[in-house]
């Protein structure tokens, strides 16, 4: 099968790297009118947007090419370049925000092959563990009160089904 278990991928980074996370949201373009963002996470490095996309195999993108295409065994999956969009939702995210670190990725399980190099956005869930692992409770509460506020007023300003996921302070180390 082509496809894993986006929940469960989303389960493991989040358990490691976020302290909040929002899903779904709703946010304005600049251009007067919303984009969505499906994950959006506060972690000790910034705010990260986060489009997971599930599949194994060998995957043929490129940062220039318009549709990629996995392949595993004897099935084929195609799908748009996502990093159209991502770089959308940055600018969207990055205006609300002017100042506070703000990446953007998408995330493939390790299982994902990228035989000629990874897009310029491209991270496989290992990559993105180690790149923003939880720094000690004294250096991430510190880092969270910077960030906090502007957290705070992307989660007020999301429109549509805005699901807040709290870590508890006991999960934090």
């Not at 251009?31 to 990260?48: E, H, M, N, P, S």
């Not at 947007?49 to 993108?61: M, P, S, T, Y």
């Not at 956005?121 to 960030?147: H, N, Q, S, T």
Request: charged share 25%; proline share 3%.
């Amino acid at each position: 099968m082509l496809r894993l278990g986006r929940m469960n991928l989303l389960s493991r980074i989040y358990n490691a790297v976020s302290v909040e996370i929002l899903r779904d949201i709703q946010i304005e373009d600049g251009l007067g009118g919303f984009i969505q963002i499906d994950f959006l996470l506060l972690t000790a490095r910034g705010l990260v947007v986060l489009d997971i996309k599930e599949v194994r195999g060998v995957v043929f993108g490129a940062d220039e090419i318009d549709e990629w295409t996995v392949m595993h065994q004897n099935q084929r999956l195609s799908f748009a370049n996502p990093q159209h969009t991502l770089d959308y939702r940055l600018v969207a995210v990055r205006r609300l925000v002017r100042g506070l670190p703000v990446f953007g990725h998408i995330l493939f399980p390790n299982e994902a092959e990228f035989g000629k190099g990874k897009p310029k956005y491209v991270i496989l869930a290992d990559e993105f563990l180690k790149r923003y692992r939880r720094p000690e409770k004294l250096e991430l509460g510190r880092l969270l009160a910077a960030y906090y506020p502007y957290w705070e007023k992307i989660r007020d300003l999301s429109e549509g089904t805005n699901k807040a996921v709290n870590a508890s302070l006991s999960t934090l180390c």
